[in-house]
């Protein structure tokens, strides 16, 4: 039998047990269906509507707000973090193309030496000489396995995440900005009625030091108009102190010093419209919802991470080539006896490693599972985001409407309670208790207000916030 038959049996011997070294070895995580998990217990009976547009804090109505929102979309130091993240993620996906490409390298070198005897060709020693040297060495590494593209396409990837996460930063910033807003929006109107809370407490005490000059009423009851109208005057001093704080964080999501939320006006924004979804919203939102698509992509690089640690089982080929000339002692360094040339190719078969080519597949087939696992919380938590978002705004307008009813209720009944009480048929107390009544509702018709705004933004960033791009295709687990 030729030499060659039973070592191309010991070979191909080898390349099988290479390759049943990854027995038990697989992924355990499935990404979840969007579509089972649409539900209509809180998207049920609402009016059609489109997804929302990039710039859907035009909605709300406030210029001054479109300003800002660009403003920090300019200048907020978080987005300038979310980009340097991208370009890294960029300069990965070329580190691994480079791996991929062939290699060649230029060297030169010139060593005097002198010579022992030994090492004289003469035999002689005591001489010296000049090496010269100059080459170009140049190495492939044959992918045939595809390790190093499936490397490649896993930095890819993470880099299309990456952007996905940056475009995400600035749909997050735009909603923390409309957010703050509306809370500035909140803290004026919280100021103006702690001013008209404090006008109401300067008249009743006006009224009750008539009452008490005329006979009509006692010290103590004077004393407690007093400390009525000084609480209402620390109610002021704080919602004041109140609009401060929103302005200054406002200012600081700009990108800006405290002194940018001084020249801040007041918001003008305008109650956002009646509650609508688009249509078949888990089927759409993987491609709407940035953390989604992220997500998604994540468990696409992962899936290709596999791949290339599949790729170490089996065996490499590597391509070697040098070129150039040496000269020792007198030879020309350009001379044809100088010249060299050297052309190599090398085969390596992973045998024996100790299990870790198996630890490093285990550990991403792990990966994978983590990413899965992430992909499946996200989703969960997009669509339980939408439907709290529904149910919050539903409630929200049945409470907005049930309390400007009791906010009509308290005010007629404090101007009712105030005329009896100048006229010196009603009660002191009768006064106080309606006065504190018609500035709770009013506190509460303003809180309302101001968190059906706040739940209007909280469901269009839910929606994605108008963004759009194509997810990657369902990959199998591994």
């Given at each position: 039998m030729p030499l060659r038959t039973p070592l191309s049996l010991i070979f191909s011997?080898?390349?099988?047990?290479?390759?049943?070294?990854?027995?038990?070895?697989?992924?355990?995580?499935?990404?979840?269906?969007?579509?089972?998990?649409?539900?209509?217990?809180?998207?049920?009976?609402?009016?059609?509507?489109?997804?929302?547009?990039?710039?859907?804090?035009?909605?709300?109505?406030?210029?001054?707000?479109?300003?800002?929102?660009?403003?920090?979309?300019?200048?907020?130091?978080?987005?300038q973090v979310a980009d340097a993240r991208a370009r890294q993620a960029n300069a990965a996906v070329l580190a691994a193309d480079a791996q991929r490409q062939p290699t060649l390298d230029a060297n030169a070198g010139v060593t005097?030496?002198?010579?022992?005897?030994?090492?004289?060709?003469?035999?002689?020693?005591?001489?010296?000489?000049?090496?010269?040297?100059?080459?170009?060495?140049?190495?492939?590494?044959?992918?045939?396995?595809?390790?190093?593209?499936?490397?490649?396409?896993?930095?890819?990837?993470?880099?299309?995440?990456?952007?996905?996460?940056?475009?995400?930063?600035?749909?997050?910033?735009?909603?923390?900005?409309?957010?703050?807003?509306?809370?500035?929006?909140?803290?004026?109107?919280?100021?103006?009625l702690a001013e008209q809370d404090l006008k109401r407490s300067r008249d009743m005490l006006d009224l009750a030091r008539s009452r008490v000059d005329a006979g009509l009423d006692s010290e103590y009851q004077l004393q407690q108009t007093q400390s009525l109208e000084a609480a209402a005057q620390a109610s002021l001093t704080a919602a004041t102190q109140a609009v401060d704080s929103a302005r200054i964080r406002l200012a600081v999501m700009l990108g800006q010093g405290p002194d940018r939320g001084a020249t801040l006006p007041r918001p003008q924004l305008i109650a956002p419209a009646a509650v609508s979804l688009p249509a078949n919203v888990p089927a759409e939102l993987l491609g709407r919802r940035p953390d989604l698509v992220a997500a998604r992509w994540r468990v696409e690089a992962a899936t290709r991470d596999i791949d290339a640690s599949k790729a170490d089982f089996y065996?490499?080929?590597?391509?070697?080539?040098?070129?150039?000339?040496?000269?020792?002692?007198?030879?020309?360094?350009?001379?044809?006896?100088?010249?060299?040339?050297?052309?190599?190719?090398?085969?390596?078969?992973?045998?024996?490693?100790?299990?870790?080519?198996?630890?490093?597949?285990?550990?991403?087939?792990?990966?994978?599972?983590?990413?899965?696992?992430?992909?499946?919380?996200?989703?969960?938590?997009?669509?339980?985001?939408?439907?709290?978002?529904?149910?919050?705004?539903?409630?929200?307008?049945?409470?907005?409407e049930q309390q400007q009813r009791a906010r009509d209720i308290a005010r007629s009944s404090y101007d009712i309670a105030m005329q009896r009480y100048a006229d010196g048929i009603g009660n002191y107390l009768d006064a106080l208790s309606v006065e504190q009544q018609l500035l709770q509702s009013e506190r509460q018709l303003a809180n309302l207000r101001a968190e059906r705004i706040d739940a209007s933004v909280l469901l269009m960033q839910a929606l994605g916030g108008g963004f759009e791009t194509a997810a990657p295709s369902s990959t199998s687990a591994r």
């Open positions: 011997a080898l390349l099988l047990a290479a390759c049943a070294s990854q027995d038990g070895l697989h992924t355990e995580g499935h990404t979840l269906d969007a579509a089972s998990l649409q539900g209509q217990t809180f998207t049920g009976n609402l009016s059609p509507a489109a997804w929302p547009a990039s710039d859907w804090w035009n909605r709300l109505g406030d210029p001054q707000l479109d300003a800002l929102i660009a403003e920090a979309l300019r200048s907020n130091p978080d987005l005097r030496s002198r010579l022992a005897r030994v090492d004289d060709p003469s035999g002689q020693g005591r001489r010296y000489s000049t090496l010269r040297n100059l080459s170009l060495e140049g190495g492939y590494h044959f992918d045939l396995w595809g390790g190093e593209r499936a490397a490649w396409e896993a930095a890819l990837g993470r880099a299309r995440a990456s952007e996905v996460d940056r475009q995400g930063a600035r749909l997050t910033l735009a909603a923390e900005v409309t957010r703050a807003y509306n809370d500035l929006g909140l803290a004026y109107a919280t100021q103006n065996p490499n080929l590597n391509l070697s080539v040098a070129a150039g000339s040496k000269s020792l002692l007198g030879d020309a360094v350009f001379g044809g006896a100088s010249r060299f040339f050297s052309v190599g190719p090398a085969l390596s078969l992973p045998i024996f490693d100790g299990g870790a080519r198996r630890a490093a597949l285990a550990g991403r087939n792990a990966d994978y599972d983590v990413a899965v696992a992430q992909y499946n919380q996200t989703l969960i938590g997009a669509l339980g985001d939408i439907g709290d978002g529904i149910s919050r705004i539903r409630s929200l307008e049945q409470q907005i």
